[in-house]
C-alpha cells in the first residue's frame, strides 16, 4: 500500500513539473468538457480590470461632479469599451485554447501589463475629451499595442498548431492586426473627439467584425460554454467592487462632514444592498444552460456585456458623485447625485432583460411586469431627489430596484424560467 501511495505521489508531480515545464500542442480544448472551471491565471488576469474600472469609474465621477455630463459620458463609453474588449480578447482566447505552459504565462503576463498601461492612459483621455483639445489616447493605444503583440503570438501559434481552425486562427489574427493599425493611426493624428466618433465607428466594426466572422462562418473556436459564462460572471463581481467602492467614499464623506448619522447608515445599506440585488439579478439568467446548447447565440451575448458591465461600472462612479455632493464639492445637487446612480442602474436592468429574452428566445408577461417595476421604482427614487428628500432615502428606493425582479422571482419567476428552459433544451 505504501509502495502505491508513493508511486501516485511520484506520478501526480511528474504530471505537475510536465504541465508547468514543457511546452504543449495548442490543438484547442474540448468545448463539452465538463467541470471546467476559471483557472487561477484567469483570476490573476482579472485582477488587472480592477485597476482599469477603478480608474474609468473615478475619472467619470469627477466629470460627472462638475457638471460636464457630456463629455463624461463620451469618453466613459470609450474608456469602457477598450477595457471590455481587452478583458474580451484574452478570455473568448483562453476559453479555446488554454495550455497553460510557459509560453502561454509569459503572453498572459505580457497582456496583463498591456491592461494597466491602458489604465494609466485613462486620465489623459479624460482630460482631452473634456477640454476639447486634440483625443489624447496615445498612452492607451501602447497599452494595446503590447497586448496584442501577445495576442497575436497566440493566435498563430493556434493556426500552425492547430490545422483544422487555421483559417479561424488566422482570422482572428489578420482582424486583430488590422484594427490595431488603425488605432495606432489615429492616435498619431490628434484629431478632435467629434472626428474620432467616426473613425472609431468603423475600426470597433472591425474589432468586433472578427469574432462575428470567425465563429458564423468559419467554424469557430472550442470555446466551452460554462466555462465562458462563468468567466463573464466573474468580471461582474469584479465590476460590483466598484460599487462597493463608491458606497465607502460617499459614507466616509458624510462621517467626515458631520459623524456618524442616519443618512450614512441609509447610504451604507444601500450601497451593500444594491450591490448585492445587481449580483443577484445577474445570476438569474442561465447563461452556461443555454450557450452550451445555442453556441450561436454567444456572440450578442458577449457582445451584450459591454454595456452590462459599463453601467456596473457606472453605477460605482454615481456613488463617488454623491461623495462630491455631500463634501460640497459638486456643481450638481442631490438630483443630480441619485439620476448618476439611478440611470446606470436603470441601463443594466434594461440590458440585462434584453440578454435573458435573446438567450431564451421568448417573451413572459411576468417578467416584463418585474422589468417595469424596477423602473418604476428608479424613477420614485429620483422624483423623492427632486422633491427634496434626504439622499439616503433616495438611494435606498434605487437600491429596491433590483430587489423587485429578486424577489418576483424567488416568488414565482423560477418556475417560469424552469419551464421555459425545458422547452428551449429540449428543441
Known sequence: MHSLVADGRRTFVAELTERSHRLHRMTGRDPGEVH??????????????????????EQLAHLLAEGHVLPGIGAFSFAMFAICWAWINFSWFSSAYDT??????????????GVIVLALGLPEMFASVDHGA?????????????MRIA??????????????????????????AAAQVGWVALAVAHVPFETVVGVA??????????????????????????????????????????????????????????GWSLEAVLIVVAGVGLTFGLWWSYFIVPSGEVLARYRHRAVVWGYGHILLFASIAA??????????????????????????????????????FLLYTYLMHEGD???????????????????LAAAGAPLGVSLVLVTLSPAVVVVGYELLGHRHQSAALARILSD
Open 201 to 258: 465607428a468603423v475600426l470597433f466594426v472591425v474589432e468586433m467584425g472578427g469574432p462575428i466572422v470567425a465563429e458564423t462562418r468559419l467554424g469557430g473556436t472550442p470555446w466551452n460554454a460554462s466555462h465562458i459564462a462563468e468567466r463573464y460572471g466573474l468580471l461582474t463581481i469584479i465590476a460590483l467592487g466598484e460599487v462597493l467602492f463608491g458606497t465607502v467614499t460617499s459614507v466616509a464623506a458624510i462621517v467626515a462632514k458631520q
Open 134 to 146: 486634440s483625443f489624447d489616447n496615445g498612452v492607451m493605444v501602447a497599452g494595446y499595442v503590447v
Open 365 to 383: 408577461s411576468f417578467h416584463i411586469g418585474l422589468f417595469l417595476g424596477t423602473v418604476a421604482m428608479l424613477a420614485a427614487a429620483v422624483w
Open 36 to 57: 471546467r472551471a476559471a483557472t487561477p491565471l484567469e483570476l490573476l488576469f482579472d485582477l488587472a480590470f480592477v485597476v482599469a474600472f477603478g480608474q474609468a469609474g
Open 315 to 352: 453605477t460605482g462612479a454615481g456613488l463617488h458623485v454623491a461623495a462630491y455632493v455631500i463634501q460640497g464639492e459638486a456643481t450638481i445637487g442631490t438630483t443630480g447625485a441619485v439620476l448618476s446612480i439611478a440611470v446606470p442602474v436603470l441601463v443594466f436592468s434594461i440590458v440585462l
Open 151 to 176: 495576442l497575436v503570438a497566440q493566435w498563430l501559434r493556434a493556426a500552425v498548431q492547430d490545422p483544422p481552425r487555421r483559417r479561424v486562427a488566422l482570422t482572428y489574427a489578420g482582424f486583430v
Open 100 to 113: 497553460d505552459d510557459w509560453f502561454y504565462r509569459v503572453a498572459t503576463m505580457v497582456q496583463m501589463i
